[in-house]
């Protein structure tokens, strides 16, 4: 064991605003793969390599190279059965596939039994290749296209959550020309300010989403949809935002929903709204990036979000709603990790005798942005061997022609790390690989599913054929 270095023991007193937090006692911490942040299915060997339920990393490397996505089959589907269990029915819990989406994981999210939320033809049309059921479907979407719309009618989702005024007229035209009756939910704004960074929240009144509860739209918005030939109003819903690690927004929401719910009885009569009949409260449960985030377990979020429920309709004296979620990151986030090799180290001197390590790895703010725009924190541990040097404060920055290419602005990696190192990046499986570019015309990198010692390519790497593929 090494002995602790001398002087300042914290990451934030060596480099303010530093949030790579106190430096590791020794190299066991430096190896640590802390269980809230790493796939569960992730171990350090005996020869201090790690491997992904049963691989090793370095032969994934070897066999799908890197920048490479390692998505743990058995997390995901853990934690779909655990918010099946926890809503107390898997078709209330509506996998958001934004997060992450291929036609294999749909297929997955089918069996588990799980609802699948879509916000997009072309999500729609994965999960259709995926034939997944298309009654589990929920197609989202604040500007969604007539032909979108149209495919979804003709697919026979379960059900379109209405976000504008313009659209329930186009839906409710695009229903009646095909002589179906489509079922709805309303997306209501309901004033809440998530604690979360702005670009993710979203139940804001001075946003793009939704209709305002505040100003009676959406209220307004019922009455049209009830007017609708061609509409059947299934639900109301509300999102909040992502990456929300306290209950408070989720219960102020789900108790403003269900008061907007007792105002239409009151104004419509139960009969008309005798398909009302679920309150969707969206997604948002945040994820631990870091060892120091503690997120909410989500029995918890659901025992809130019931009790809300079932309380306030007791108080209006009506039968609860089923309550639905739509889970993205809190399914697929954890589970993957990004494996990159290094490839350049530069140290740089700063003000007070500090220095920065610069660790350039072989992908970069292509394969995620959330870095640079969100100013996501990442745990990055050296992979392919053990620690077997003093701690050094170290930026992993990509491969792009940007100084803000940075995946992870600031961790702790052993002296000795060189190239050819493979370092990897956990909780990548939300918001990473689909929000991916081809900057730089940089490939996008392969997604690999691991389970039971055996790998399965999921997504194959780009190449730059592909590349090319568009032009004309
Ligand atoms: C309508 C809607 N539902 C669900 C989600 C999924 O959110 P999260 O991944 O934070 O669970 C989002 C994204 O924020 C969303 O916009
Ligand atoms: N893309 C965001 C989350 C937005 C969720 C979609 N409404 C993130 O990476 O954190």
């Not at 990151?329 to 530069?346: C, D, F, H, L, Q």
């Not at 500090?354 to 541990?381: E, F, H, K, P, W």
């Amino acid at each position: 064991m090494r002995a602790h270095p001398a002087g300042p023991r914290h990451a934030e007193v060596l480099l303010p605003g530093s949030t790579a937090g106190p430096v590791p006692a020794d190299e066991a911490e430096l190896d640590e793969l802390h269980a809230a942040v790493w796939p569960r299915g992730a171990h350090r060997d005996a020869d201090g390599a790690v491997s992904f339920a049963g691989t090793d990393v370095r032969e994934l490397a070897r066999e799908y190279g890197t920048p490479l996505f390692v998505l743990d089959e058995a997390d995901f589907r853990a934690r779909c059965a655990e918010y099946a269990t926890a809503f107390g029915d898997p078709t209330s819990v509506h996998y958001a596939s934004k997060a992450f989406l291929c036609t294999e994981v749909a297929r997955w999210v089918a069996e588990e039994g799980l609802s699948l939320d879509v916000c997009s033809g072309g999500e729609l049309r994965v999960a259709l290749r995926a034939e997944f059921p298309p009654e589990r479907i929920t197609f989202h979407g604040n500007n969604k296209s007539v032909a979108e719309l149209a495919t979804a009618v003709d697919a026979g989702v379960g059900s379109i959550v209405l976000d504008s005024f313009h659209e329930i007229a186009r839906l409710d035209h695009l229903a009646r020309e095909r002589g179906v009756t489509q079922p709805v939910m309303i997306r209501v704004t309901v004033g809440v300010e998530a604690h979360t960074h702005e670009f993710i929240a979203t139940a804001h009144e001075d946003q793009k989403f939704g209709f305002s509860l505040a100003s009676g739209q959406a209220a307004e918005a019922a009455r049209r949809v009830i007017k609708a030939e061609a509409l059947d109003l299934v639900g109301l819903h509300s999102h909040i935002g992502s990456q929300i690690f306290d209950d408070d927004g989720f219960g102020l929401s789900a108790h403003r929903v269900v008061a907007l719910l007792a105002d239409l009885r009151a104004e419509h009569g139960a009969a008309a709204l005798e398909k009302l009949t679920t309150v969707d409260l969206g997604g948002g449960l945040g994820i631990a990036y870091t060892a120091d985030d503690d997120p909410l377990p989500v029995d918890e979020l659901a025992t809130r979000l019931h009790d809300v429920v079932r309380k306030e309709c007791d108080l209006a004296g009506f039968e609860p709603p089923k309550v639905a979620v739509e889970p993205g990151r809190a399914i697929a986030g954890p589970g993957t990790v990004t494996v990159y090799e290094v490839g350049t180290i530069k140290d740089v001197e700063l003000d007070g005798g500090v220095s920065r390590r610069y660790v350039s790895v072989d992908g970069g703010m292509s394969d995620n942005i959330r870095t640079s725009l969100y100013d996501a924190v990442y745990d990055c541990r050296l992979v392919s061997r053990s620690a077997e040097a003093d701690p050094v404060l170290s930026r992993i920055v990509g491969k792009h022609c940007e100084s803000g290419d940075v995946v992870v602005r600031d961790c702790w990696l052993p002296e000795d790390i060189a190239p050819g190192d493979l370092l990897a990046v956990a909780a990548t499986g939300a918001y990473c690989y689909v929000m991916a570019s081809n900057y730089n015309r940089l490939p996008k990198p392969p997604v690999v599913a691991v389970r039971d010692g055996r790998t399965r390519l999921l997504l194959r790497r780009e190449t730059e054929d592909d590349l090319l593929r568009l032009e004309v």
